[in-house]
T-cell receptor, first 114, second 113 residues
Framework: EAQVTQNPRYLITVTGKKLTVTCSQN?????MSWYRQDPGLGLRQIYY???????DKGDVPEGYKVSRKEKRNFPLILESPSPNQTSLYFC?????????????FGNGTRLTVT | AQSVTQLGSHVSVSEGALVLLRCNYS??????LFWYVQYPNQGLQLLLK??????LVKGINGFEAEFKKSETSFHLTKPSAHMSDAAEYFC???????????FGAGTRLFVKA
């Protein structure tokens, strides 16, 4: 089954404790992206990747890191999480960078930072 | 810069009634527009997309949207609401080059029995 898989689904952590949220897609998509969803703000893009070893900042990149060493994986790293990073996070992928390619989303990771 | 405005954070309709969710966009170039739906505890799923060609776009689950360039709108409609349509709906526009997809704030649809 074609899908985007995120892990974990739920994560509670404390301020400053490094964490990684994994994302993997099995559709051979070139483009991958991370979003955070907050009430009343919709989805805001954190980082995106157009292909292996090619990443760039989205609209809200502060406090996050990403890497794209393999085509299928695009982990999101929070080196020193803070409470304002408490949010619902989504990984998404599309066939290629392009205006016509719709995004395929994972089921989300709900992160709470205390 | 592109932007998307969804009018109404919450919409409530009765089962069987018309569903109308409003979306206006701003774009200096011909836009590529999308509607996504999010069911509870799930990621977003594509409902429909407009790229070029016919301005009336049909999607899944009986939804459709009409692209009106003169009004910079892409409203989503469904003739008859079903309980299973209760979800959050997001309008989105893809920027030139496809680097980013910009989402509206979302509209939560409630369907009353």
């Amino acid at each position: 089954e074609a899908q985007v898989t995120q892990n974990p689904r739920y994560l509670i952590t404390v301020t400053g404790k490094k964490l990684t949220v994994t994302c993997s897609q099995n559709m051979n998509h070139e483009y991958m992206s991370w979003y955070r969803q907050d009430p009343g703000l919709g989805l805001r893009q954190i980082y995106y990747s157009m292909n292996v070893e090619v990443t760039d900042k989205g609209d809200v990149p502060e406090g996050y890191k990403v890497s794209r060493k393999e085509k299928r994986n695009f982990p999101l790293i929070l080196e020193s999480p803070s409470p304002n990073q408490t949010s619902l996070y989504f990984c998404a992928s599309s066939l290629r960078q392009g205006e016509r390619s719709p995004l395929h989303f994972g089921n989300g990771t709900r992160l709470t930072v205390t | 810069a592109q932007s998307v405005t969804q009018l109404g954070s919450h919409v409530s309709v009765s089962e069987g009634a018309l569903v109308l969710l409003r979306c206006n966009y701003s774009s200096s170039v011909p836009p590529y527009l999308f509607w996504y739906v999010q069911y509870p505890n799930q990621g977003l799923q594509l409902l429909l997309k407009y790229t070029t060609g016919a301005t009336l776009v049909k999607g899944i689950n009986g939804f459709e949207a009409e692209f009106k360039k003169s009004e910079t709108s892409f409203h989503l409609t469904k003739p008859s609401a079903h309980m299973s349509d209760a979800a959050e709906y997001f309008c989105a526009v893809s920027d030139t080059g496809g680097f980013k997809t910009i989402f509206g704030a979302g509209t939560r649809l409630f369907v009353k029995a």
